[in-house]
């Protein structure tokens, strides 16, 4: 089994504390050793990488992946063909920018997510470690519902009204090979008039049956659950992944922080932010937006999100990303929106996005920490992440991916080395 060592490193364990000058050795697929205190590992056998002090870490993990979204065509007017291929290109993309690892949050088509996790995991394509979803299972008048009387519009979802045809249409989910199932037990924004982000879409009766048939056949759940109704079921009928949440009263709050080891809030923020401010370019102006009520909801949603970290409940970055204003590539912008909407410090948005991201991953064990034992995915970064988490949106900063104890990016020479020797010539 091939045997490397990482020198000259700056270590970033994964568990929130500051990073400490080391040596790390990984065997075959797995993290052998991690030295520190000017301590060293044996190099017998070694292939040896001089890190010249940028910083090792573990890889990046997005709870809240869309891997399969793209735009701005409409999704429902894309030929599968093409589609597999777009999201094949996508999951190159994602772990291009350092995420290794990914929980589907809704495919764009039924077997999606499926096709790509298994050709991922049979080494044929590049991509991060993958979690596939279902489509997001939604009600007549819910999120995702463009269909009209007189115009039949599908861009993204499963229709299933009642709790007899969602539970038909979880079965057939588990029967296809999704590892998690996505209810919409809320509306939003999007849908102004129809079912907006404060109301529920989705009767108790419709997401109990998604949830018995996830738990019966050893799926997983996640939800689009913005208001406290909704969050409220999430927790009742086990539902793990929470999406947005940024509507939790002081009950729903309550209850998170009761059973904050088993549940993960991922708000998608920057979604929020890039919709109120930024998606003008995409038919939506900041006004339009403010009349919907994103700006309202990043205002309050961000005082929501501020008393959920001080509760203890583990708030994650990420989501969203791969729509026309959001594109894939673009997910490193939620750590400085973490920063200036919930107060969050550096470490503990870079345990969020690894040792927390891992727990929500379901591979608490095995991943988001540098820690023998555990998988060698590994990020390689130019500079301090814990002074400047900027670092992450610019992909040459990112000297190296490793994932699975193999380089995704074999680990290049730090940009400001690169530079001196330049100058000399």
């Not at 037990?185 to 129809?194: C, E, F, Q």
């Not at 009766?205 to 996830?214: F, M, P, S």
């Not at 929500?360 to 991943?367: G, H, K, M, R």
């Not at 290049?412 to 690169?418: D, F, G, P, T, V």
Request: some cysteine; overall charge negative.
């Amino acid at each position: 089994m091939a045997r490397t060592v990482f020198t000259n490193v700056s270590i970033y364990d994964g568990n929130g504390k500051r990073p400490f000058r080391g040596e790390v050795s990984i065997q075959g697929n797995r993290i052998e050793k991690v030295a520190r205190n000017g301590q060293k590992l044996s190099r017998r056998g070694a292939a040896v990488v001089d890190g010249d002090g940028a910083t090792l870490m573990p890889g990046l993990v997005n709870a809240h992946c869309h891997m399969s979204y793209t735009g701005p065509e409409s999704m429902s007017e894309i030929p599968p063909e093409e589609h597999t291929l777009i999201t094949m290109h996508n999951a190159k993309t994602i772990i291009d920018h350092g995420v290794t690892a990914a929980v589907g949050a809704g495919a764009a088509k039924t077997r999606l997510d499926i096709v790509i996790r298994n050709e991922i995991d049979a080494g044929r394509i590049p991509g991060p470690r993958y979690r596939a979803c279902s489509p997001e299972i939604t009600v007549t008048g819910g999120l995702g519902d463009q269909r009209m009387e007189h115009y039949y519009k599908n861009d993204l979802s499963l229709f299933a009204d009642g709790p007899e045809e969602i539970r038909q249409a979880c079965r057939m989910l588990v029967r296809e090979g999704v590892d998690i199932i996505k209810l919409m037990p809320s509306g939003d924004h999007l849908i102004p008039g129809a079912c907006d982000a404060t109301q529920s879409a989705m009767d108790e009766d419709e997401i109990a049956a998604g949830a018995r048939v996830a738990h019966q056949r050893g799926r997983r759940l996640a939800a689009h659950a913005r208001n406290p109704e909704s969050i409220r079921l999430c927790i009742k009928y086990g539902i793990e992944l929470i999406y947005h949440a940024t509507y939790a009263d002081e009950e729903s709050l309550d209850l998170l922080e009761e059973h904050r080891d088993k549940h993960w809030v991922v708000p998608a923020i920057g979604f929020t932010h890039a919709t109120a401010y930024e998606a003008g370019d995409f038919g939506i102006t900041p006004e339009e937006a403010e009349r919907w009520g994103f700006v309202r909801e990043l205002e309050i949603g961000a005082e929501t999100l501020k008393k959920m970290h001080k509760r203890g409940i583990k708030v994650l970055p990420f989501g969203d990303y791969g729509f026309p204003w959001t594109p894939h590539g673009q997910m490193a912008r939620d750590f400085e929106h973490f920063v200036n909407y919930l107060g969050m410090k550096p470490h503990e948005i870079l345990r969020a996005a690894t040792q927390y991201g891992a727990e929500a991953f379901a591979a608490p064990d095995e991943l988001g920490r540098i820690k023998p034992g555990y998988l060698a995915d590994l990020l390689l970064i130019d500079g301090n992440p814990f002074t400047d988490l900027t670092l992450f949106q610019d992909e040459a900063n990112i000297l190296m991916v490793m994932k699975d104890g193999a380089c995704h990016r074999p680990p290049q020479e730090r940009r400001a080395l690169a530079q001196q020797v330049a100058a000399a010539e």
